[in-house]
Structures are given as C-alpha cells and as structure tokens.
T-cell receptor, first 109, second 116 residues
Framework: DAKTTQPNSMESNEEEPVHLPCNHS???????IHWYRQLPSQGPEYVIH???SNVNNRMASLAIAEDRKSSTLILHRATLRDAAVYYC??????????FGKGTTLSVSS | GAVVSQHPSWVICKSGTSVKIECRSL??????MFWYRQFPKQSLMLMAT?????????EQGVEKDKFLINHASLTLSTLTVTSAHPEDSSFYIC????????????FGEGSRLTVL
C-alpha cells in the first residue's frame, strides 16, 4: 500500500486557518486521497477526498499538488471542535482504509 | 450523510466468555464492511474485511477462530470475540461504504470492550 507521511502534531488558534500537510510520493494513478478525523473515543469521521483536482465541501478544502505527491487539508476557520487526529489515507478501488499515525491538531482559544 | 451504527457502545465481560458486536448500515446497503480495533493512544488497525454472503478476509496476525465475523445481510455484520481475555480489551470499530468503491467510508461509533 502506498504510504503517507504527516507531522505528528500541529497547533492552531481558534478562528484561524489551518493547513495540514500530507506527503504521498509513491501514490499510484488510481489512488484517491482521503482525509478522516477522529475525536477521542469516537469512530473516525469522513472529511474530504479527491483524485486530482482540488475539492471543497462544507467542512474543509483539499489542495492536491499537480504531481499528486502531496496534498494539504485546509480548515478555513478552526474551532475548538476541530481538535482531533487527522488522517491522510490513500485508497484504491474497493479497498479498506489503512490508517497511519495521523496528525494531532490542537486548537487554542 | 450515511449512518453506521454499532451495538453495544461498551461492554464489560469476564475472561473466557464470548462477546458479540453488531454493525449496521442504517440507510444504505453495504456489500463490504471493515472491522478495526484500536488500542489506547494508537491508530486504527484493520482486522478483517467482511463480505456479505461469504467468508471474511482476515489480516495477517488476526486469528479467525478468535474473532468470528458474520455478514449475513447487506445491512448487518457481526464480530464475535470468542473466549475473550484481558488482552482483547480494545475499541472495536466497523466501517462501510454505501456505493462507489472509491468514495467515502462511514464509521460506526465504536464499541469498547473491557475483559476482566
């Protein structure tokens, strides 16, 4: 499975934008880039996913590099409820999500 | 969005007993469901892929006779931890996808098992 590399932790202030980076230099042409987040004692929550083009939804934006070897999850205005572990995962058709260690995001008021 | 529900949310049992955890897709049909477990301060580890009407596919190192998976319908998969021991205490999470094979997966709330 193609792997991703994320910083262990990041800090942000409330109401500021947050850019969470992810490197995936061995991504294949059929891998989709998925982002999930997990709050303590809860199951993961889907955030966003994309293949080649940048994507926006109500939760976040996903910026994908032109060579697809890296991507950035953008939270436009962080809130305290955004404090979670964020996972960047590559998913091929029909396969399970394989979780790495993710990035622990802390948000301060 | 689609909803996946697990039951029970938490369970405490005695060593040597068996525990069944249910995973239901409430508003969609799921041909495939995935089971994970998560130990404290660690990431999710894939245990098995559950396919409706056929045998589950287990990841390397996961004992299929210990963790019985049944996917009898398109909306229900069950994980039974047989002869549970304290080292089986963990957070068990299921996930499913409503359709496209490259789309988002939805996760249950998780089931916390404590074996005394």
């Amino acid at each position: 499975d193609a792997k991703t590399t994320q910083p262990n932790s990041m800090e942000s202030n409330e109401e500021e934008p947050v850019h969470l980076p992810c490197n995936h230099s061995t991504i294949s042409g059929t891998d989709y880039i998925h982002w999930y987040r997990q709050l303590p004692s809860q199951g993961p929550e889907y955030v966003i996913h994309g293949l080649t083009s940048n994507v926006n939804n109500r939760m976040a934006s996903l910026a994908i590099a032109e060579d697809r070897k890296s991507s950035t999850l953008i939270l436009h205005r962080a809130t305290l409820r955004d404090a979670a572990v964020y996972y960047c995962i590559l998913r091929n058709a029909g396969t399970a999500l394989i979780f790495g260690k993710g990035t622990t995001l802390s948000v301060s008021s | 969005g689609a909803v996946v529900s697990q039951h029970p949310s938490w369970v405490i049992c005695k060593s040597g007993t068996s525990v069944k955890i249910e995973c239901r897709s409430l508003d969609f049909q799921a041909t495939t469901m995935f089971w994970y477990r998560q130990f404290p301060k660690q990431s999710l580890m894939l245990m098995a892929t559950s396919n409706e009407g056929s045998k589950a596919t287990y990841e390397q190192g996961v004992e299929k006779d210990k963790f019985l998976i049944n996917h009898a319908s398109l909306t229900l998969s069950t994980l039974t931890v047989t002869s549970a021991h304290p080292e089986d205490s963990s957070f068990y999470i299921c996930s499913a996808s409503p359709g496209t094979t490259t789309g988002e997966l939805f996760f249950g709330e998780g089931s916390r098992l404590t074996v005394l």
